[in-house]
């Protein structure tokens, strides 16, 4: 029974060296601003973008998405990359986010996630996953995150 309650002790300890997280929500709203850039010897769309967030994540990111298929049509894929800089949930800081986006027969299918060690500031080892949704217009963020303890 004692090496039962010592193996259960050390699962639940953390390895040596591994940082303590604690994971956090973060949600609200944010506007985008598209800026076509023409590239006409490549099939790839490709545009800057630039974002204003406001909730738990307030401040701006600027970034690059590339874009391949006709959304209309129902088929179309796009890759991007951000860069946040302001506050999450009151922590200074910045961090980058990768896009991944497909859309198969109408189908639509998105992953947003924090890069890994893209964290600075006070959100320096953050990682995550971000969930955007579109209603009427607007854009709405769900972001799953975790952050090294003090």
Do not use: C
């Not at 090496?3 to 002790?9: E, G, H, P, V, Y």
């Not at 967030?53 to 701006?60: A, N, R, S, T």
């Not at 970034?63 to 200074?92: C, H, I, W």
């Amino acid at each position: 029974m004692r090496a039962i309650l010592t193996l259960l002790w050390l699962l639940v300890l953390p390895a040596q060296g591994e940082t303590l997280m604690s994971q956090h929500t973060a949600t609200g709203t944010f506007e985008v601003k598209l800026d076509a850039q023409q590239d006409a010897n490549s099939p790839l769309g490709r545009w800057l973008l630039g974002k204003t967030f406001v909730g738990d994540l307030k401040g701006h990111s600027l970034g690059q998405m590339l874009a391949y298929g006709d959304p209309r049509s129902g088929s179309a894929g796009y890759v991007a990359l951000e860069v946040f800089t302001g506050s999450l949930n009151g922590k200074e800081g910045g961090f980058a986010l990768a896009h991944k986006g497909e859309m198969d027969q109408g189908q639509q299918q998105l992953e947003v996630s924090v890069v890994p060690g893209s964290g600075s500031g006070a959100l320096k080892g953050i990682s995550g996953r971000l969930q955007i949704d579109i209603k009427d217009g607007q854009h709405f963020y769900h972001f799953q995150y975790r952050l090294p303890e003090p």
